[in-house]
């Protein structure tokens, strides 16, 4: 099968290469793939050098089961499923990829295969964040920082969903995008400082960016929590130094480990069915595209989600 295969002797890490097809074992499901998205995990892992076994990078994955191993009840040949396999081994970069069932959901007839691979990480990584660590409640003020990309642009929705005031922080070049998801306030970084002169949030989700744990803790209300998702490595290491101590007294700072959930990705694509948010395709890349696709997001300042298109001749 055709597959994007990490070479770190490569300029670009990624080469097309033909590789043996999977053969799911008697738990695992064999998926035919339709379309698979990038997120800051597949690049982030490749500089940090944590490379999957069969050296394939791609973990949110749509397509249609293509076989089944003798213990799968959940699912059967055709039926149209998506999921993040990135606790799995990935191999998404590629036409057929095996994963257990648990890591999977059925695609609603609606849903596009290039929206349901849009969803799985980002979406959960957003959900988990607001409701798990965050406890939203509707009537809450909420600050999203670093709102532009996969992950932020799911958040502004969700945290919209959840009957709160979004306050959400981005690029130029994301503030009418941003705007048209239902923030209610959005904050250009290259124009203005979000943390003088705005109000109190009950809870701040830092999705991107890379200032310091007192800087956020400025526009923290006095209970409010901050759940901090991603962005530069300073900020990452210093919540897991110092986020105690931010948390001493009523305020409180977390970091999020996403999960994968089969449970999240129904609640999920069921929202994106009833139309209540919608994934963002900022651009669709050919598979044999895809160090170009990886090369792009990597720069940090994609508007939503890249997707690949699988083609199978
Ligand atoms: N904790 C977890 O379990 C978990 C799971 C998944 C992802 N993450 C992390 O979450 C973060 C976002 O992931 P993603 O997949 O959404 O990435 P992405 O799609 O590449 O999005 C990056 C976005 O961040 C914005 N950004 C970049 N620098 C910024 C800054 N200084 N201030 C504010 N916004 C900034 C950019 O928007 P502008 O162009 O508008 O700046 C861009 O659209 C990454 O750090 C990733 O590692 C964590």
Same mark, same amino acid.
């Given at each position: 099968?055709?597959?994007?295969?990490?070479?770190?002797?490569?300029?670009?890490?990624?080469?097309?290469?033909?590789?043996?097809?999977?053969?799911?074992?008697?738990?695992?499901?064999?998926?035919?793939?339709?379309?698979?998205?990038?997120?800051?995990?597949?690049?982030?892992?490749?500089?940090?050098?944590?490379?999957?076994?069969?050296?394939?990078?791609?973990?949110?994955?749509?397509?249609?089961?293509?076989?089944?191993?003798? *213990?799968?009840? +959940?699912? %059967?040949? $055709?039926?149209? =499923?998506?999921?993040?396999?990135?606790?799995? &081994?990935? @191999?998404? #970069? !590629?036409?057929?990829?095996?994963?257990?069932?648990?890591?999977?959901?059925?695609?609603?007839?609606?849903?596009?295969?290039?929206?349901?691979?849009?969803?799985?990480?980002?979406?959960?990584?957003?959900?988990?964040?607001?409701? *798990?660590?965050? +406890?939203? %409640?509707? $009537?809450?003020? =909420?600050?999203?920082?670093?709102?532009?990309? &996969?992950? @932020?642009? #799911? !958040?502004?929705?969700?945290?919209?969903?959840?009957?709160?005031?979004?306050?959400?922080?981005?690029?130029?070049?994301?503030?009418?995008?941003?705007?048209?998801?239902?923030?209610?306030?959005?904050?250009?970084?290259?124009?203005?400082?979000?943390?003088?002169?705005?109000?109190?949030?009950?809870?701040?989700?830092?999705?991107?960016?890379?200032?310091?744990?007192?800087?956020?803790?400025?526009?923290?209300?006095?209970?409010?929590?901050?759940?901090?998702?991603?962005?530069?490595?300073?900020?990452?290491?210093?919540?897991?130094?110092?986020?105690?101590?931010?948390?001493?007294?009523?305020?409180?700072?977390?970091?999020?480990?996403?999960?994968?959930?089969?449970?999240?990705?129904?609640?999920?694509?069921?929202?994106?069915?009833?139309?209540?948010?919608?994934?963002?395709?900022?651009?669709?890349?050919?598979?044999?595209?895809?160090?170009?696709?990886?090369?792009?997001?990597?720069?940090?300042?994609?508007?939503?989600?890249?997707?690949?298109?699988?083609?199978?001749?």
């Amino acid at each position: 099968m055709k597959a994007v295969v990490f070479d770190k002797k490569l300029p670009e890490h990624l080469a097309n290469r033909e590789v043996e097809k999977p053969v799911p074992n008697a738990d695992e499901v064999l998926v035919k793939v339709v379309t698979v998205s990038i997120n800051a995990a597949d690049y982030r892992s490749m500089r940090m050098g944590s490379i999957p076994k069969r050296k394939i990078f791609g973990s949110d994955i749509a397509g249609r089961v293509e076989a089944v191993g003798k *213990n799968i009840q +959940k699912f %059967k040949v $055709g039926d149209e =499923v998506f999921g993040d396999l990135s606790s799995y &081994g990935f @191999g998404g #970069f !590629a036409e057929y990829v095996t994963a257990p069932e648990n890591l999977l959901a059925l695609k609603p007839a609606g849903v596009s295969f290039t929206e349901a691979a849009a969803v799985p990480m980002a979406a959960l990584t957003a959900l988990q964040g607001l409701r *798990n660590l965050g +406890k939203i %409640k509707p $009537g809450q003020k =909420v600050l999203i920082h670093g709102a532009g990309g &996969g992950v @932020g642009t #799911f !958040a502004v929705q969700l945290a919209k969903y959840f009957g709160t005031e979004v306050t959400a922080v981005c690029g130029p070049h994301n503030v009418d995008l941003i705007r048209s998801l239902g923030a209610d306030y959005v904050i250009d970084y290259s124009k203005e400082d979000f943390s003088i002169g705005g109000p109190l949030y009950d809870l701040v989700l830092v999705v991107n960016g890379n200032n310091s744990l007192s800087t956020y803790r400025r526009v923290m209300a006095p209970k409010g929590k901050l759940v901090m998702l991603g962005g530069g490595l300073s900020q990452i290491f210093n919540i897991m130094l110092f986020g105690w101590l931010h948390s001493l007294g009523g305020k409180k700072m977390r970091l999020l480990a996403a999960k994968a959930s089969g449970e999240d990705l129904e609640f999920i694509i069921q929202l994106v069915e009833e139309g209540k948010i919608k994934p963002i395709i900022n651009k669709t890349f050919p598979l044999d595209k895809t160090a170009e696709a990886v090369q792009y997001i990597s720069q940090g300042h994609a508007r939503g989600k890249i997707v690949i298109n699988v083609p199978h001749v």
